[in-house]
């Protein structure tokens, strides 16, 4: 059930991906919006304030990790934000690395769309 609407950016180099998975965030209530790599992807973040930032490591121009680095040195607009990483590794180090890299939670492709929901909320 949803609580609130929140405004979702994808960050997915990947288009069929960034667009499936922005389509099921719109399903599940919320709004959602892409950038295809990181340097775009900083500067929507900047544009839209968003809630929820789902962010792919491997991105081309700025990698997830140093994406989500500077979103947190910015994040002081309105507050926290939640970062989430997606990728397709999913060992401890690979989750440790997301997790001093400022992601909130770690999310191994492809998305369980379950668990992203209540991430959601």
């Known amino acids: 059930m949803l609580n609130e609407r929140k405004r979702v950016l ?4 990947n288009f ?3 667009e499936t998975l922005a389509a099921m965030v719109d399903m599940m209530g919320h709004e959602a ?4 790599d990181g340097p775009s992807g900083i ?15 491997g991105l081309p121009g700025l990698s997830g990790f140093e994406v989500a680095q500077q979103l947190r040195s ?3 607009v ?5 970062i989430i990483a997606l990728t397709g590794y999913g060992s ?4 440790e690395r997301t997790k001093a890299a400022g992601f909130d939670h770690h999310l191994v492709k492809p998305v369980d769309f379950r ?4 991430l959601l909320l």
């Open 78 to 82: 309105n507050g926290s934000i939640k």
């Open 43 to 57: 500067v929507e973040f900047s544009r839209l304030n968003p809630a929820v930032v789902l962010l792919d490591i």
């Open 33 to 36: 919006h892409t950038a295809h």
């Open 10 to 13: 994808v960050i997915e180099d």
């Open 115 to 118: 668990v992203l929901e209540k």
């Open 92 to 95: 401890d180090d690979d989750r």
């Open 74 to 76: 910015i994040q002081n």
């Open 16 to 18: 069929d991906s960034a």
